[in-house]
């Protein structure tokens, strides 16, 4: 599957370090896991983690989950061990916090060699060189840390996100530039469903491809606010009949539901069939 066909419409946070909840995961119906051995873990269980998720993911039942696993940051007591580790383990992405710059992304390189990296977007100076960090080589995506960047922006919580949306955007735009993958944010109130349902649209809106989750039921919502609705995939397939068919008679406009339909539009309908067919595939599988 293309990369960037796969969906990434939920991505839940699971503890490194909790063998009952590695096992469960292996049954939730997520698109990416990310195995946390950073703020999941405490400072005493960085190793047993270390030890207990590399057997987790040898022992594999992931499917086609993508399993991503979350080191310290290097610059902590924890984190060159944590690199050395995930670069034995059956993992398809490491995922680096708090990345400043690209010098981040190089130090990591050195050790992990061609796993593909993704970089935690959350503090002010990764806003600043989002575009650097989207940019190198070894980068395949982004993750939104909102909680830390909150707290680094000392910024309050609001349903609108306004306080937030310049390091969003900037974000978004990086990811676009580079072809990256990018999800959104927690969302803290794990119970809230209609309110996590707005910020998930939100986050579509904006361009985002999933949000990352702190439990399991969020998961429903999120990936049905990240999938194509039945309408959408009706309103694409009906663009794309219609172009096709004032193509054949030599012009290059159609209108459909009484607005305009061009190139643009039918590669837009092309998408949203494509991403519609992956949810089904991974689904299926």
């Known amino acids: 599957m293309d990369p960037r066909q796969r969906p990434y419409r939920s991505v839940l946070y699971i503890p490194g370090s909790k063998e009952r909840a590695l096992d469960k995961a292996r049954n939730l119906p997520v698109d990416a896991i990310i195995f946390d051995l950073e703020d999941a873990v405490a400072a005493d269980e960085k190793s047993n983690a270390r030890a207990t998720l590399k057997a987790a993911l040898a022992a594999d039942g992931y499917g086609a989950r993508v399993k991503i696993v979350r080191i310290n940051g290097l610059d902590t007591g924890w984190g060159r061990a944590d690199a050395e580790a995930v670069r ?54 982004f993750v939104m840390g909102t909680n830390d960047l909150a707290k680094e922006l000392q910024t309050r919580f609001r349903p609108d996100r306004l306080p937030l949306m310049t390091s969003l955007g900037l974000c978004v735009l990086a990811a676009k530039a580079e072809g990256l993958i990018i999800v959104d944010g927690v969302y803290n109130a794990f119970k809230d469903m209609e309110g996590l349902a707005a910020e998930c649209a939100q986050g579509r809106d904006m361009g985002f491809d999933g949000k990352t989750l702190i439990h399991p039921a969020q998961v429903d919502v999120t990936n049905a606010a990240f999938a194509p609705s039945d309408d959408e995939i009706d309103l694409a397939r009906r663009q794309i009949a219609a172009f096709e068919e004032v193509e054949s008679q030599g012009q290059g406009v159609a209108v459909v539901d009484g607005k305009i339909v061009e190139n643009l539009h039918v590669a837009t309908a092309r998408e949203t069939l494509a991403k519609a067919e992956a949810i089904s595939s991974l689904q299926a599988g």
């Open 88 to 141: 034995d383990m059956d993992a398809d992405v490491v995922l680096l916090p708090k990345v400043n710059s690209a010098a981040d992304v190089d130090a990591l390189a050195a050790i992990t060699g061609d796993l593909p990296i993704w970089a935690m977007m959350e503090t002010p100076r990764g806003m600043l060189n989002a575009a650097e960090i989207a940019a190198h080589p070894c980068i395949t995506g």
